[in-house]
């Protein structure tokens, strides 16, 4: 398995895909009922190729993705040979998930208690992995709108950190 398995209630979500993942497969709800309470080794490799089917897909589609922490945001644009990070950290306790938050560091993005910090760096596995490697530290998909308002407000005379 490359990835992890999906929980349940992914599968449940997924479960009409799931159901023509195993009809490629050439296996029915029959065969399904009978490979559950007959080859337990088989349901999971069957599960455990699905979830790396779907996360190969995720990732492949996925462009931006948004970690945010008490204090801070960190946006990823996720290009095909390079990660760029934009990132910004209040030293108050500031929730940027929220249009509070962003009003408050419109306001505030020159104040000493915010650092900024900007970066790219080339993909030093591949870019499935790393990732992964993010969503499973907290970052999550998103549509690059954090991303783009940051990059909005990123202080062009401000140092970097």
């Given at each position: 398995m490359t990835y992890r398995r999906l929980t349940k209630q992914?599968?449940?979500?997924l479960h009409e895909d799931f159901g023509h993942?195993?009809?490629?497969q050439s296996i029915d709800a029959d065969q399904w009922a009978q490979m559950k309470e007959a080859s337990p080794n088989l349901v999971e490799r069957q599960l455990?190729?699905?979830?790396?089917l779907v996360w190969e897909?995720?990732?492949r589609k996925a462009t931006?993705?948004?970690?945010?922490s008490e204090d801070g945001l960190f946006s990823f644009h996720?290009?095909?040979?390079s990660l760029r990070l934009i990132g910004v950290r209040a030293t108050s306790a500031v929730d940027l998930s929220n249009s509070d938050g962003w009003a408050w560091l419109e306001v505030n993005w020159q104040d000493d208690q915010v650092n900024f910090y900007h970066a790219q760096?080339?993909?030093?596995?591949?870019r499935s992995t790393e990732l992964f490697s993010l969503i499973e530290r907290g970052?999550?998909?998103?549509?690059?709108?954090?991303?783009?308002?940051?990059?909005k407000i990123l202080p062009q005379g401000k140092s970097l950190i």
């Open positions: 992914q599968f449940e979500a993942f195993l009809a490629s455990d190729a699905f979830s790396d897909e995720v990732l931006f993705l948004d970690h945010f996720a290009g095909q040979k760096k080339a993909y030093a596995t591949n970052a999550v998909v998103s549509d690059g709108t954090y991303f783009w308002a940051l990059e």
